[in-house]
């Protein structure tokens, strides 16, 4: 960490390696944030190292392939949209802890392993109109399952559940009423 910081207000675009990311600063009023192919920084070159995608666009954030990105971002999100696509698991988040600002968020979208984000996520209440949760693998043990049953979901509209997506179900031990579930399984 240094102690030079360059402040970005409106728009960033960064390509090459994620240190860089330790001299940025993201303004409140941020509305384009777009990190690809960004590498961690190894010693060896022949190491490969997934690829970060990060993109925020008018109130909303994706984070692809990695959730590696989600250490550099401010711990307290104040989109009300994100999405988490994630191939790896809650190695990648450490100790990260995330505080979701918004009181009511218009979107949240796990797939793959980014479902692990929500052990790192700090809120005791998750109020959302819509929940999707795709294709999800893995990722919490039977600690963690207790700790995140303990969270309250509110789902105002909907949750979408696609094929393994289902087992989040056992994860919603204090949800209030969900108006509307829909679940889709692909058959192979």
């Known amino acids: 960490e240094t102690s030079t910081k360059i402040v970005v207000s409106k728009r960033i675009g960064i390509r090459g390696n994620a240190c860089v990311l330790l001299f940025i600063e993201l303004g409140p009023e941020i509305s384009h944030l777009n990190i690809d192919e960004i590498q961690r920084q190894c010693r060896s070159p022949e190491i490969y190292m997934p690829r970060i995608n990060i993109f925020l666009e008018e109130n909303k954030i994706n984070i692809r392939e990695t959730q590696y990105g989600l250490r550099f971002l401010k711990k307290n999100i104040t989109a009300t949209e994100v999405c988490f696509f994630g191939n790896k698991g809650k190695n990648e988040l450490l100790n990260t802890k995330i505080t979701l600002v918004a009181e009511e968020m218009e979107n949240i979208c796990f797939r793959a392993k980014g479902l692990s984000v929500l052990s790192s996520i700090t809120n005791k209440k998750i109020n959302v109109r819509q929940m999707e949760v ?10 963690e399952k207790e700790e995140i049953r303990k969270k309250t979901f509110v789902i105002r509209e909907k949750l979408y559940m696609r094929n393994t997506g289902i087992l989040f179900m056992e994860l919603l031990g204090n949800t209030v009423f969900i108006p509307v579930i829909e679940i889709e399984v692909d058959f192979y």
């Open 134 to 143: 795709m294709d999800t693998a893995k990722c919490f043990s039977n600690e």
